[in-house]
């Protein structure tokens, strides 16, 4: 079995989602190589390269994947393909972007968003924005598959593989990066930090989401949404935790003004310990919550930044 | 111009799903069924793209059973002109039916296919992809924005740091995310007409396309519950739970 693994970064960094997807890798065991497709990105491919488990990482360095499109990871990969059983991405919006290109083009039925690995072509992924959990056997020859990051173990530094240059696919493609508009942030990304803290459509305004940064800055979190604070309009869409938004599985999810609609629990309810500030005692988040606050959240938020004060924060 | 806008029918969104007692799927029986709602934001938006100008026809193909038609109806109340249903009630997945729309495609040859981005029954996200790459097209996945001009498509994405933009030529494959727009209610008179509006019943094998499926189902089981935990009084005692107790802060 060898598995082809494309590394998710941003040119200057290699994204640990990267390292959950090596985990999964693992298990399904064999030679794992890691393509990094990149401009610019050496120190990814090195980075990659130091990853636990892999045995080889290939580097394509051309302008076009600067910004990759779906159209030139297609070009890329599915050449490449002829050596490998098995095609694994993470499940980002890159990931979900050019992965199922790559599978029509090899004829076979992508898996996708797999959050456990039962045997070699036997996997768990979630279905009904994960109400369901389905058991699927793949009867391809070679598999592709899209890896959920949060269930996955990142696996550490400890390797020591070779990096290949190769060449990157000529182009002109029909498609082209023009523009991005990246929120900033000096706190740590939603899929990644230890602590999210997130509200919804009870904090009323956007400009009530300092509340929420004042608290994230103490705890070095990530700030988060619920769907109906993002279509309000409060924070952009980056932000949202739910079915069609990121999945989160922080050690400390804090869910404010949040009423808890089943796609927004679907985003975050493999988080390690769960708190609920509301004041509706009926609201569904608090039956996934472990700590339940049944109060007004425009009063708890500053004693909240004050407890933590106190407690030395 | 014609825009292509593939439709699937799925349990309601606000439907709570079970998963039978064998555990061989979710239960179907008597739930209410709805169209996709990345689907219905792509019909208005090529309703919306018709209104404008430049769009002669918008043609709707839905894959599934024969009630499908409804959700057919549904798109064409909505201001789509004709449907397709291709009529199977067999699981098609979403390589098969990536594969059914290249075989529409070549017949109908649209300028635009716009679909959703996912189906909030299997969660795939595959089949807009799929399609373009079958069809060696671009793709704009989960547009927030979709601007025509000329022979070239300028769409906006949603992506996991915030937002992007691309230019794509045309023919190529839009799927929408969830603010692209806010998708309308059908009126009664358009309801009505709706009912006149022409829908072609076809087949799996009309198009020569091996719908077999290649992903066989072992089990599908209720994922791990979470017990509700205890409420606390104050400010106080949550921060001692989490600092003391939990260890998590």
């Known amino acids: 079995m060898s598995i082809l693994l494309v590394a998710e970064h941003d040119n200057a960094t290699l994204n640990d989602a990267t390292r959950a997807a090596v985990s999964a890798a693992k298990a399904i065991g064999g030679d794992i190589h890691v393509l990094v497709a990149g401009s610019g ?110 269930t996955f173990e990142k696996v550490g530094d400890g390797g020591s593989a070779s990096v290949e240059t190769i060449d990157a696919p000529a182009g002109p493609f029909k498609s082209q990066f023009v523009s991005e508009e990246l929120s900033k942030s000096d706190r740590p990304e939603l899929t990644a930090a230890k602590i999210v803290i997130s509200g919804g459509r009870g904090m009323q305004s956007g400009d009530n989401f300092v509340l929420l940064d004042k608290i994230a800055d103490k705890l070095n979190a990530a700030v988060g949404a619920s769907r109906a604070a993002v279509d309000a309009g409060y924070v952009p869409n980056d932000y949202q935790v739910g079915q069609t938004g990121k999945v989160v599985a922080p050690e400390l999810y804090i869910a404010v003004g949040i009423s808890g609609a ?11 310990i769960i708190v609920a500030i509301n004041k509706d005692e009926e609201a569904p988040i608090f039956s996934v919550a472990d700590y339940g606050l049944v109060a007004d959240l425009f009063k708890v938020l500053p004693e909240l930044e004050e407890e933590l004060t106190k407690a030395g924060l | 111009m014609k825009i292509l806008v593939p439709v699937k029918r799925v349990i309601d969104y606000n439907v709570k799903v079970r998963v039978k007692p064998d555990q061989t799927g979710v239960d179907l029986a008597n739930v209410k069924m709805s169209m996709n709602p990345f689907c219905e934001i792509a019909v208005e938006e090529a309703v919306r793209m ?63 296919v716009i679909l959703g981005k996912q189906a909030i029954d299997d969660d795939s996200n595959q089949t807009g992809q799929m399609l373009a790459a079958l069809l060696d097209w671009p793709q704009a996945t989960f547009a927030s ?35 692209l727009n806010e998708p309308r209610y059908a009126s009664l008179p358009n309801i009505m007409k709706a009912k006149r509006k022409p829908i072609d019943i076809k087949a799996p094998g009309d198009y020569g396309v091996d719908i077999a499926p290649r992903l066989s189902v072992v089990k599908v089981t209720e994922p791990a519950k979470r017990e509700a935990g205890i409420k606390v009084e104050s400010v106080a005692e949550l921060v001692d739970k989490l600092k003391n107790k939990e260890g998590v802060i």
Do not use: C
């Not at chain 1, 394509?60 to 070009?75: H, M, N, S, Y």
């Open chain 2, 50 to 112: 018709k209104e404008k100008g430049g769009v002669d026809e918008i043609v709707v193909v839905s894959i599934g059973p024969a009630q499908a038609q409804e959700t057919i109806r549904t798109a064409l109340a909505m201001g789509a002109d004709r449907g397709i249903l291709i009529q199977t009630d067999e699981t098609v997945e979403p390589l098969a039916v990536a594969k059914l729309l290249a075989k529409v495609v070549e017949e109908e040859a649209p300028g635009l």
């Open chain 2, 145 to 179: 924005e979709v601007v025509i001009d000329g022979g070239k498509a300028s769409v906006t994405r949603e992506i996991d740091g915030g937002l992007q933009t691309i230019a794509v030529e045309t023919p190529a494959v839009i799927t929408t995310d969830l603010r």
């Open chain 1, 41 to 150: 990105a050496g120190d990814v491919a090195k980075a990659a390269a130091g990853l636990d488990g892999v045995a080889k990482v290939l580097h394509a360095d051309a302008e076009v994947f600067a910004k990759p499109t779906a159209e030139a990871l297609e070009a890329l990969v599915v050449p490449l393909m002829a050596n490998y059983d098995v095609l694994m991405a993470v499940a980002s919006t890159t990931g979900k972007n050019f992965a199922p290109r790559v599978a029509a083009k090899l004829d076979v039925m992508q898996l996708s968003e797999i959050v456990a690995v039962e045997s070699a072509d036997t996997f768990v992924r979630p279905i009904y924005a994960g109400n369901a959990m389905m058991t699927v056997k793949s009867s391809d020859a070679k598999k592709v598959i899209t890896v959920r990051p949060t």
């Open chain 1, 262 to 272: 089943i796609q927004h629990l679907a985003g975050m309810k493999d988080s390690k």
